[in-house]
């Protein structure tokens, strides 16, 4: 049959055709995994991926939130989005007093499912804040090329995996599910880098390649580093982000007040008064996000086996690059902070 206009698929009816044509992996159900360009992803995000490679339109203004999940995401967020607003909202009546960080900051690989909601990020004013799970080689070329910068937050990854797999815990029992992935299983897709954003080692380096290849362009945070001085991180932040802290504001503690803001204790205290379901898909609630917030909890769930596995695969990927990510500072929780 000859193909006509109306018989082409239109894009987005194209995108889900594809999707479903992707390698499927179903061993961390009920999250589907697809391999898009060589990276496994949950499928949930791969429409709104490839909308955002093929639509998203970056600006030299944006200011991109980058990290593998369960890296310290949430508070990130809330640290920039507080320290960008802080001219428009005061504490006392703040908007993360009743929204979510991920509410505040944009996620643009889940907005791009919609075409509306990513016609709404196009129309919104400078500084975008805007993040994503991406890794680096999946941007959009759009960001990728037009010099907007990028703070990147990373994790050990024993401590990121351990998260992953409470988290995931979460979306079995709030999706009305009952089998639970064990943790020998998703430590082993780990190690295969078959997990949500694919390899934890991959993710990194690509970021970390990109701060070494071009200076001044992204900001790297490591999350056990801000647990230890919450303070020189969110400074770092506020330089990095173009709103450095003035004499003025050292002097009545705005630096402190956002500190303590944006704090484990109080978000996810914040998080059960709101207590309601959010992003993704409605199938988390604002409290999924905030379970432990500590340094070493892999101690309570890898064998020394695993353990000297796991930072084996991360000594060796990242060997000759100047990153460390397998030792952290110190077992800091997020409540010390
Ligand atoms: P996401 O990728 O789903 O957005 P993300 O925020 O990156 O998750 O990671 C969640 C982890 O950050 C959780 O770690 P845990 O499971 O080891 O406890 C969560 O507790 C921690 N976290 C969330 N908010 C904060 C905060 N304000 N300070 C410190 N840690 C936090």
Redesign the pocket.
Known sequence: MENTEESLPTDQEFHHDLVSSLPLEEGMSPVRLRKYQGVWMSEYFLVGTMNAQRYFKARPTDILLA?????????????AFATMTRIRHSFACHPLHRLN??ECVP?LDEISGSLESLSEIDTASDPRLIST?LPFSLLPESIKGCGCRLIY?C?EPK??L???W??HGKIVTNMGKSEVIPFEKMFDMFCDDIMPSGSIWEHVLGYWNEKTQTPGRVLFLK?EE??ED?MGALTRLAEFMGCPFTEEELRVGVPAEIVNL???G???DLAVQQNRRISPGGI?TTE???????VG?WRNHLSPEMAEKLDQITATKLQGTGLTLERPVSETT?MD?
């Open positions: 990290s593998y999940p369960k890296c310290g995401t949430t508070w990130l967020k809330a640290l960080p991920h996620l799970h937050v994790r401590d990121t351990v998260s992953r409470h988290y999350y801000m647990l919450p944006c704090s484990f109080n978000l996810r988390m999924s996000y905030y379970r432990k917030g500590a909890d997020a902070a």
